[in-house]
């Protein structure tokens, strides 16, 4: 029976929080089944029933993987070892296809590809996969929409995608005694951009922010210049 491997990320253009890559592993009998539960782009699915997908899928996928990106790891990464954020997804990838390629059995890989040049991220992803002979590999954009577990994958990242918002939001208020809600922790959202105008000082170095970004960085440089005026 076909394996089919799909591998999707979330929260990759988040200020706050982490990145959160997955991938699911399923065959024929289980791509009907969620087909029939309409397992489709996490985008498209509303929260609660998102979540009660999350949990079916864990249960019924031959198998799957998820790997949660801190922000400071994703810093290190971009400015110290000049790796980008396309680069950082096919690393993950690659090392959810080597961990879940365990099987004598060809397993076909599906990925959403977030670069606008296919062909030299399915390049760069298939130098760091192991066992190559055993799978073939599509890369394309939009595969959450179109391949069952592509969007499988989609919706265990973006499920544990939130689980981590709602730990942060607690440890916030426990270690820091901050009780302001950052909302979704992408820089278009009115909540998250006024926390990060009153909290970036105080959370820096915190591994709350991705202080590469530059939604943080423009509040760093504004914070340096008035200081500077002041002086």
């Known amino acids: 029976m076909k394996l089919m491997l ?6 990759r253009g988040p200020v706050i929080g982490p990145m959160v890559m997955a991938g699911c592993l399923i065959n024929e009998r289980i791509e009907d089944e969620f087909k029939k539960l309409r397992v489709r782009d996490s985008k498209l699915v509303p929260p609660k029933r998102r979540e009660e997908l999350a949990s079916i899928i864990r249960k019924k996928a031959l198998n799957y993987e998820i790997f949660t990106i801190p922000p400071d790891e ?11 954020l396309n680069k950082i997804e096919a690393l993950y990838a690659a090392e ?10 060809h397993m076909h890989v599906i990925v ?15 130098t760091h996969i192991k066992n190559k002979e055993n ?27 939130e689980k ?13 005694n901050i009780h302001d809600d950052f909302g979704s922790g992408y820089p278009s959202d009115p909540l998250t951009e006024a926390f990060l105008k009153k909290y970036f ?4 170095g915190e591994g709350i922010f991705r202080e590469s970004w530059a939604t943080w960085k423009n509040h760093h440089a504004k914070t340096e210049q008035r200081r500077l005026l002041d002086f």
């Open 74 to 84: 994703i810093d290190d990464k971009l400015t110290k070892k000049r790796v980008n």
């Open 164 to 176: 981590e918002v709602r730990r942060l939001k607690v440890v916030l208020k426990k270690e820091f």
């Open 6 to 11: 799909g591998i999707d990320d979330a929260g």
């Open 201 to 204: 000082n105080v959370l820096k």
């Open 135 to 161: 799978l073939s590999l599509i890369c394309a954009h939009k595969a959450d929409r179109d391949y069952v577990a592509v969007s499988a994958a989609s919706i265990l990242a973006k499920s544990t995608r």
């Open 112 to 126: 959403d590809c977030p670069s606008n040049n296919i062909t030299s991220w399915r390049n760069y992803l298939l």
């Open 96 to 105: 959810i296809v080597n961990r879940l390629n365990k099987s004598i059995e």
